[in-house]
């Protein structure tokens, strides 16, 4: 996966005033999820932009709000590829993925962004592009070949996730379809319904006249 290197700076005023006045500068507010898990009530000292989420048992997880730019995130938002994120928060790198995003209702501006920090010890689920190769056998005698699904999720460690999920296609039939759970990829997790289609040759007129002379 490529890497995007991407500038933030800690939020500590979060009201609704406050919030207004970001966008009105052109800057999203965020939130950096998945911090360092601690143990409650938390005796350390909180840097600018952090605050503690209770998760029960008597802990906690640190988490950070930020701010971004709308031009900062443009070519990390509106692509179709993923990447991992160089965020540099203060001059401290933290690595995370987009977890969520709200954009404007009418405009293509971006409201609010959740990130998420990963690690290389701690799996994460992502949607991965699917990309379909090769020719199908069903193609071949008259069907067409329909992507159903463009993105699958997938678990894995971040490291470990492609930019795309490559999905050969040469041995699907006519009528035939391929489930999440006819895939394997090693080191990779995929979290969908197994019964889930992802792409399908389905029957066009021309195969089923095409049938329909060859059964006579």
Known sequence: MK?????????????KK?????????LIPAVLNGGAQV???YAGTLKPGEKIVEIG?????ITTDITLSQEGVRKLVFTPDIFAIELDLNGEKRMAVVKDIQFHPVKDTILHMDLLEVSTDKP????????LEGHAEGVKAGGKLNLVMKKLKVRALYTEIPERLVLNVDNLGLGKTMQVGDIHIDGLELVNAKNAVVCAVALTRAARGAAAAAAK
Not at 124 to 131: A, G
């Open 124 to 131: 994460v689920v992502m949607e991965v592009p699917v990309k």
């Open 39 to 41: 143990e409650l009530p």
């Open 57 to 61: 048992n008597n802990k906690g997880i």
């Open 18 to 26: 406050a919030t207004k006045a970001l966008r009105e500068q052109n």
């Open 3 to 15: 890497v995007f290197e991407l500038s933030a700076q800690p939020r500590t005023d979060l009201g």
